[in-house]
């Protein structure tokens, strides 16, 4: 069965970094790629960052351009996001969810981790 | 900037069916794209449910029941997601997605099931 597992989520200030990770077993993790996906208390999902399979292709949605870093380590089956100089409206439950094939390629997610939560606030 | 357009809530009582709508930004063509449809419920991350593009480019997720079913009117620019024979187990939210360039959400519609 294929199960993914978020953690990393902290209560952290404004300004600050953090490393979200997302452990998977029960499939080729080498083989997907995989994305992460947020949800503000109370809100709707955006769509984040995803990553190839190789971890050759990064993507990032415009409001964390340049903020956050997507990568992978796939002889540890896990993925990570590191996530600098954040803001209160970073505030989120944090989800990751594998895609259907090796490229980032229009499809759906399935299966998502049960997510992790971020609070940026003083 | 696309945007995909759910209302808020909708409502329907068990046994019917419940007709959820997607519209989108006129500056995209729902024609073109495949829609995905996600279920959420309280406490729970979102579930993948099913794509639809056209009746000959569709799939379903797995072990989502064929109660769940997509389609589009192309003439209001809008997907649907229709659920038959409501249960009380479908009272959720429901999302739709599509990729113009990078992945887009709608706001999510609360479906009550009454």
Wanted: hydrophobic content about 35%; charged content about 15%; some cysteine.
């Amino acid at each position: 069965e294929v199960h993914l597992l978020e953690a990393g989520g902290a209560l952290v200030q404004p300004g600050g970094s953090l490393r979200l990770s997302c452990a998977a077993s029960g499939f080729a993790f080498t083989n997907y790629a995989m994305t992460w996906v947020r949800q503000a208390p109370g809100k709707g999902l955006e769509w984040v960052s995803a990553i190839s399979a190789t971890g050759a292709s990064t993507y990032y949605a415009d409001s964390v351009m340049g903020r956050f870093a997507i990568s992978r380590d796939n002889s540890k089956n896990t993925l990570y996001l590191q996530m600098n100089s954040l803001r209160p409206e970073d505030t989120a439950v944090y989800y990751c969810a594998k895609g259907p094939f090796a490229e980032f390629l229009t499809s759906w997610f399935d299966p998502w981790g049960p997510g992790t939560l971020v609070t940026v606030s003083s | 900037q696309p945007v995909l357009t759910q209302p808020p809530s909708s409502s329907a009582s068990p046994g019917e069916s419940a007709r959820l709508t997607c519209t989108l930004s006129s500056d995209i063509n729902v024609g073109s794209y495949n829609i995905y449809w996600y279920q959420q419920k309280p406490g729970s991350p979102p579930r993948y449910l099913l794509y639809y593009k056209s009746d000959s480019d569709k799939g379903q997720g797995s072990g989502v029941p064929s109660r769940f079913s997509g389609s589009k009117d192309t003439s209001a620019n809008t997907a649907i997601l229709l659920i038959s024979g409501l249960q009380s187990d479908d009272e959720a939210d429901y999302y739709c997605m599509i990729w113009p360039s990078n992945v887009l959400f709608g706001g999510g519609t609360k479906l009550t099931v009454l």
